[in-house]
Structures are given as C-alpha cells and as structure tokens.
C-alpha cells in the first residue's frame, strides 16, 4: 500500500481499504496472503478497482497481454490482505471443477469443495483468469453466487454463502483462439474495467523495482526490446506468445546464473512461438537489441 501512497493513489479510498481489512480480519489458520513480485502502476486503474471492490461489486479486467491483469488482481487481494484462490479457465471447465464433487476418503464417500467453494466460504479473492475461455453452461452455476443473492446450492453439500470479504476477479483478452464471448447474464454480474496498454515509463518502473540488479543499460534494452514485439503484435505480424511479462523475467533470472542473454531470451520469449516463421520475426527483432555473442555482466549493475 505504501507503493501506491507513492504513485498518488486517493489517501481515502486507502484509508477506506484500511478500515475494510479492520472489519474483516483473516480466520486463524487460513489460508496465508500470498507476496506480489511487482506492483502494478497506474493510478487511475488502481482507484477504479478499489472503488469496486469497496463498493461490494465483482471485477472483470478486460485487456491484452502484457496489460498486467493479473498483477493487479493479486495487489489488489494483497493491499486487501485476503488469500487468493486462482482458478484458470479452459473449455473442458465444468461446474464440478468450480464447486467441487465428492470423493472416496477412508472408505467414505465425502464431498471435496472446489475453489469457488472453498474461496466463498473463507472470504478470499477469486482470481478467474481467462474467464472467457470456459463454457458458458459451466458458468451459469456462480450466476446465483455473484448477484445479490450471494449463495449457491452444491448437490450434497447443500448451501455455501458468499462470506461479506470474498470476491471475485475476472480477468479476460478479446479474440483469442479459444475464447469466446462472455454470457450477458454473466457479464452483467461484474463491473468492467479496461487496462491500458503497457506504456515505456510502466515497463521501465517494473524492471527497476522487479528486477533492482539490472544495470539502466540492462533495463533500456530489455524494455525498448519488449515494446518492440509488443508492436510487431499488434501489427498483427507475430501472435502474443513473445510478448510475455513472465518471460522476460524468467530471461533476466536464468542471466543472473550466468545464461548468456541470447539464450535466456530465446527460452523465455523466442521459443515460446511454435511457427518457424514467426520465431524468425521474433529472432529478427531480438538481434536488434541483443547479439548472440552478447555477456550477461553488461546487463547487471
């Protein structure tokens, strides 16, 4: 939260989170909060969200990769200090998988909450991450769970209440193979917020924070490196697979043990492209940041 104080987020809507957190204080022996590697930037976005949530309402963030989506949801479940259950969506996604089902245990046939259930019940974040990926019939069973009835009946574990400090975060991309749009029913259960597309002085502010080792040589290059695919992508001359925050991170790592630049790139961006074709566009737009004989030390301070 401090971080946020920084960046000039509302000093009420903060104090309203605090006082939140004092009315909704975590069961002993929960499920613990978990740390967030960065912290999202961008104070319009941040106070949109808190309001949101303060206001009782559930979240759905709309926007392409790389926009940090996921990275707010879980400082948004920190600066809440809530536990999250993350629950990523894929088309054979069925209302057990969300809910859960029964199962034999020492001989006994016994019911073994999902983690809607399990998040409902502990008054945690729901992190749904790629909402639009699952079928909307295995949606339709939290239409009861996110409107103003709060509930939902399980089949033989019979009625879970949405605890008053849970809530639920959507998260969602537009148009990409897999996806769909989402059930109005569901959709108008969530209040919708669009992030904006990741900016040079944002990039720049994660890599200094998420990753302090790296030299301002460093962080220059894999930040105008980054923004580069990101520009080839929405060109629509190479798909998203490159264009990974994750990655990136991941590249930066594996170089601080000692794996030349070019090869921690490739396995952390460059390889994640299946298409030969697209790799070489990829592998194209690296060589203008990074040469094959390139060391690590001349990225790191």
């Not at 059930?183 to 108008?188: F, G, H, K, V």
């Not at 492209?273 to 940041?289: A, H, N, Q, Y």
Request: net charge negative; hydrophobic share 45%; glycine share 10%.
């Amino acid at each position: 939260m401090v971080a946020w104080k920084e960046q000039g987020v509302s000093r009420a809507l903060l104090d309203e989170v605090n006082a939140w957190r004092a009315q909704n204080p975590i069961a002993a022996g929960g499920r613990p909060v978990s740390p967030v590697p960065f912290v999202y930037e961008g104070r319009t976005v941040i106070e949109g969200a808190l309001a949101a949530l303060l206001s009782g309402e559930h979240l759905l963030l709309v926007g392409p990769k790389a926009t940090g989506k996921n990275m707010l949801a879980a400082n948004l479940a920190a600066v809440f200090g809530r536990p999250v259950w993350n629950v990523s969506f894929h088309v054979q996604m069925d209302a057990e998988g969300l809910l859960g089902t029964d199962t034999l245990r020492d001989g006994r046939v016994v019911f073994r909450p999902g983690p809607i259930v399990e998040c409902a019940e502990a008054g945690g974040f729901a992190v749904l991450d790629e909402i639009n990926m699952a079928r909307n019939e295995a949606l339709a069973v939290m239409h009861s769970l996110l409107d103003d009835r709060g509930m939902v009946e399980v089949p033989g574990h019979g009625v879970v209440e949405l605890s008053p400090a849970a809530h639920v975060i959507g998260t969602m991309n537009h148009g990409y193979a897999g996806t769909r749009e989402l059930n109005e029913a569901l959709a108008s259960r969530f209040v919708v917020l669009r992030m904006p597309e990741l900016t040079e002085s944002a990039l720049l502010s994660l890599l200094t924070k998420g990753c302090p080792d790296l030299s301002d040589n460093g962080r220059n290059v894999l930040c105008k490196l980054f923004l580069a695919l990101a520009e080839k992508h929405a060109q629509g001359e190479i798909s998203s697979r490159a264009v990974d925050l994750r990655g990136l991170r991941s590249a930066v790592r594996m170089m601080q043990f000692g794996v030349a630049p070019w090869q921690a790139i490739a396995m952390g961006m460059i390889d994640k492209c299946m298409e030969e074709e697209e790799r070489e566009i990829v592998f194209d737009v690296v060589r203008l940041f990074v040469g094959e004989g390139d060391s690590a030390d001349g990225f790191f301070a």
